[in-house]
């Protein structure tokens, strides 16, 4: 498998009246071809922070970013964070796409469909108009849009929810990029047609060998299309593997109190578990482990280190790492009886 | 499109009759005599019972407002025999103080003031629109700041403050505009004499007005480039240039058609102040004479006509809201 991204030690801050926010402290993922990668986490937890910087989308000034993402743009890899304002143009679009949250919002009122995905093409492949509207009905089609010719010359609000995301998808497609970057791209639709988008996400993953960074709060969505996940957590990465190993033997409290507030159908009556208290502010983060405040298995930690470090980045395996403070066969033995209760 | 502006020409015309009938109805509740004001002070009875006959105001106040209206098509004669005057169709009535038609009397007065409005929109839309987009450009850098000044000083100035101070130091003081003597010239006949007749009225008027939309237009561009449209079309590689002069000027365009079509046709009633400060004898002095010497039927005719331009142009701006914004639909 070839690598197409790969993000080190990204930190990513904004300066507000009160302090600065360090919205992503740390990050590294990478991102292969042909795989699903997702990142989780609640509001605020940096992970649209960390798609964004990918696509070198933060206001200039207001965001100062150190680290590296580096890029595969047909073969070589250029770092994102260093390149001017005119190197990132070139790459965004084109080696890199994007689709937003919220498909109703995303396509500009005012324009036809088919001339807001021309626009894609064209913005890289300068006068070629005509090459431009026939991809534009080619990529219409291949997302499943009937009669894509007529449907070319019609405006957004002629579309529904779930057809404006398939448009939004088209467009990111124009350039046939290798990386596809959703943010939260079922979010804003129906259960059916969530379904239905996903879907054709890992259809379009095969068809074009692309990566998809997925970003999602839905474990339901991870479970369904990721290969492997990111937790995230006050801008870190607090656990990350394939995904069957995160969902059958979390090792970070934080996701496992994820997976514990899913709501099911056999847990009728009862309340929903949710993870007690509020994420930490961040501008000051506690000195110690950020999640510390909320987690309820603290007292097994065998030094006072909760409070007081930041625990590091620990891989249990090759793939699957986590951080916590508890020791690893502990935290195995603890989280697995929770699991097995919650799934009886 | 046609079974619109049929519906919406129905309805504009029953518009304008209820307010031809409300501004009659409000004047002959007046405690004035109209018949009394049609002559000065050595008056006497027999003229005024004359004139009260000759001008109809002796019959009820229905049959009055019907012979105003079928004037307004057939045209009127007022009196009979030798003293027999007549004002053609279409006709808004006389006015005694003037000897003269309502209806030439505005064909007077309405060029001057279409001529004040339409020069000072296209000034007021260039500077107003130019300066909001240089305001947004370079948000909270000196050109913003140097536009919020002039917004402050044009907001606050009074119109008849800006416009004296311009007759005072550009065209007395420093003599760089002459002054118009020789009165109102046609753009067609002579386009400097013109244009000298007119640049210091459209540009106090159209100081106070460029504030306004120099405020419009760079809060409108600011919160047009925080939309998520806007973001997609970086996310296509798209250069910053053409997202702020297409992607977020073009969003913005169809609201500021609306607020100008809805000042055009404000200021078509008259721009009272401007028209006084320079001397104009457009409608809005007409109007301000005319309310000054109980001219009634100058006064019912402004007034009906301001309607009728404020209804029509409400007409025109909501079709050009349908071709600029896809999403109304005109049905």
């Given at each position: 498998m070839?690598?197409l991204l790969?993000?080190e030690d990204?930190?990513?801050?904004?300066?507000t009246?009160?302090?600065?926010v360090?919205?992503v402290?740390?990050v590294?993922l990478?991102?292969?071809a042909?795989?699903t990668v997702?990142?989780v986490?609640e509001?605020?937890s940096g992970?649209t922070?960390?798609?964004l910087?990918?696509?070198g989308?933060h206001?200039?000034?207001s965001?100062q970013?150190?680290?590296?993402?580096?890029?595969?743009d047909?073969?070589?890899?250029?770092d994102v964070?260093s390149l001017?304002?005119e190197q990132i143009r070139?790459i965004?679009?084109?080696a890199?796409?994007m689709?937003?949250?919220?498909?109703?919002?995303?396509?500009?009122?005012?324009y036809?469909i088919?001339?807001?995905?021309?626009e894609?093409?064209?913005v890289h492949?300068?006068?070629?108009?005509k090459e431009a509207?026939?991809?534009?009905?080619?990529m219409?089609?291949?997302v499943?849009?009937?009669e894509p010719?007529?449907?070319?010359?019609?405006?957004p609000?002629?579309?529904?929810?779930g057809?404006r995301q398939r448009?939004?998808?088209?467009?990111a497609?124009?350039?046939?990029?290798?990386i596809?970057?959703?943010d939260?791209p079922?979010?804003?639709?129906d259960v059916t047609?969530q379904?239905?988008?996903l879907?054709?996400?890992?259809?379009?993953?095969?068809?074009?060998?692309m990566?998809?960074l997925?970003?999602?709060h839905?474990?339901?969505?991870v479970a369904?299309?990721a290969?492997r996940?990111?937790?995230?957590?006050?801008g870190?990465i607090?656990?990350e593997?394939p995904?069957d190993d995160?969902?059958y033997?979390?090792l970070?409290?934080?996701?496992l109190g994820l997976l514990?507030?899913?709501?099911?159908v056999s847990?009728?009556?009862?309340r929903?578990?949710a993870?007690?208290?509020q994420p930490?502010?961040l501008?000051?983060?506690p000195?110690?482990?950020?999640?510390a405040?909320?987690c309820e298995?603290?007292q097994?930690s065998?030094?006072?280190?909760c409070n007081?470090?930041k625990p590091a980045l620990i891989?249990?395996?090759?793939?699957?790492?986590?951080?916590?403070?508890?020791?690893?066969a502990?935290?195995?033995?603890l989280?697995?009886?929770?699991l097995?209760?919650?799934?009886? | 499109?046609?079974?619109?502006?049929?519906?919406?020409a129905?309805?504009?015309a029953?518009?304008?009759l209820?307010?031809s009938a409300?501004?009659f109805?409000i004047f002959s509740?007046?405690?004035f005599d109209?018949?009394?004001?049609t002559?000065g002070q050595?008056c006497?009875?027999?003229?005024?019972e004359?004139?009260?006959?000759?001008l109809?105001?002796d019959?009820?106040?229905y049959e009055?407002?019907w012979?105003f209206?079928?004037?307004?098509?057939?045209g009127?004669?007022y009196?009979s025999?030798?003293s027999?005057?007549?004002?053609p169709a279409p006709s808004f009535g006389?006015?005694f103080?003037?000897n003269?038609?309502v209806?030439?009397?505005?064909v007077?007065?309405l060029p001057i003031t279409?001529?004040l409005?339409?020069?000072?929109?296209l000034?007021w839309?260039?500077?107003?629109?130019g300066?909001?987009?240089v305001?947004?450009?370079?948000k909270?850098?000196?050109?913003?700041?140097?536009?919020?000044?002039?917004v402050l000083l044009?907001?606050?100035?009074?119109?008849?403050v800006?416009?004296?101070a311009?007759?005072?130091?550009?065209?007395i003081?420093w003599?760089?505009v002459?002054?118009?003597?020789?009165?109102?010239v046609s753009i067609?006949?002579?386009p400097f004499?013109?244009?000298?007749?007119?640049i210091?009225p459209w540009i106090?008027?159209?100081?106070?007005?460029?504030?306004?939309y120099?405020?419009?237009?760079?809060?409108?561009?600011?919160?047009?480039l925080?939309e998520?449209y806007?973001?997609t079309a970086?996310?296509?590689?798209?250069g910053e240039?053409v997202?702020?002069?297409?992607?977020?000027l073009?969003?913005?365009?169809?609201?500021?058609?609306t607020?100008?079509?809805?000042?055009?046709a404000?200021?078509?009633?008259?721009?009272?102040?401007?028209?006084?400060?320079?001397n104009l004898?457009g409608?809005?002095r007409l109007t301000l004479?005319?309310?000054y010497?109980?001219?009634?039927?100058?006064?019912?005719?402004?007034?009906i006509?301001?309607?009728?331009?404020v209804?029509?142009?409400n007409l025109i701006?909501?079709?050009l809201y349908?071709v600029l914004?896809?999403?109304?639909?005109?049905?």
């Open positions: 070839s690598e790969r993000i990204l930190h990513v801050s904004f300066k009246d009160d302090g600065a360090r919205a402290d740390g590294s990478t991102l292969n042909g795989e997702a990142i986490g509001s605020g992970k922070v960390t798609s910087s990918v696509m989308l206001k200039k000034g965001a970013i150190s680290g590296s993402i580096s890029l595969n047909g073969g070589t890899f250029k964070v001017n304002d070139d965004r679009g084109r890199v796409a689709i937003f949250q919220d498909p109703m919002s995303s396509l500009h009122p005012y036809k088919g001339n807001q995905l021309a894609a093409y064209l492949n300068p006068g070629k108009k509207m026939a991809r534009a009905i080619e219409l089609d291949l499943g849009i009937p010719a007529k449907r070319a010359v019609e405006f609000h002629q579309f529904s929810g057809m448009v939004m998808i088209a467009m497609l124009m350039n046939s990029p290798q596809l970057i959703a939260e079922t979010t804003a639709l047609v379904a239905q988008i879907a054709l996400l890992s259809k379009l993953k095969k068809e074009f060998n990566g998809i997925l970003i999602t839905d474990l339901g969505v369904q299309v290969d996940v990111n937790v995230m957590y006050a870190r607090v656990e593997g995904v995160l969902f033997s979390p970070a409290p934080y996701t514990k507030s899913v709501p099911r847990s009728k009556n009862e929903l578990k993870i007690p208290g930490p502010s501008i000051n983060l000195v110690g482990c950020p999640f405040p909320r298995y603290k097994h065998s030094e006072a280190g007081t470090t891989g249990t395996s090759a793939t699957h790492r986590s951080r916590c403070h508890i020791p690893e502990l935290r195995h033995d989280f697995a009886k929770e097995k209760e919650l799934q009886s | 499109m046609l079974k619109f502006i049929g519906r919406r129905i309805f504009a029953l518009t304008i209820i307010v409300v501004v109805g509740l007046l405690p109209p018949a009394a004001l002559c050595r006497t009875d027999q003229i005024v004359a004139n009260r006959i000759r109809g105001f019959k009820p106040i009055q407002y012979l209206l079928s004037g307004i098509f057939l009127r004669t009196g025999g030798s027999a005057f007549s004002c006389y006015s103080n003037e003269a038609c209806t030439n009397m505005l007077e007065a279409i001529s409005a339409i020069g000072a929109l000034l839309l260039t500077v107003g629109i300066l909001g987009i305001a947004a450009k370079f909270n850098r000196w050109p913003d700041t140097g536009s919020s000044v002039f044009a907001t606050s100035l009074p119109t008849f800006t416009g004296l311009l007759l005072i130091w550009v065209t003081k003599k760089l002459p002054l118009s003597l020789s009165g109102y067609f006949d002579n004499g013109f244009f000298q007749y007119f210091l106090t008027l159209a100081i106070a007005y460029a504030a306004i120099t405020r419009f237009t760079r809060a409108a561009l600011l919160e047009t925080g998520d806007i973001r970086r996310a296509k590689g798209v240039r997202v702020f002069f297409k992607h977020t073009r969003a913005v365009l169809a609201p500021l058609i607020l100008a079509g809805l000042d055009f404000g200021l078509i009633g008259g721009a009272i102040i401007t028209e006084t400060i320079f004898p409608l809005g004479r005319s309310v010497e109980f001219d009634l039927s100058v006064v019912l005719a402004t007034t006509l301001a309607a009728t331009v209804i029509v142009m701006v909501d079709m349908a914004d896809p999403r109304v639909r005109i049905t």
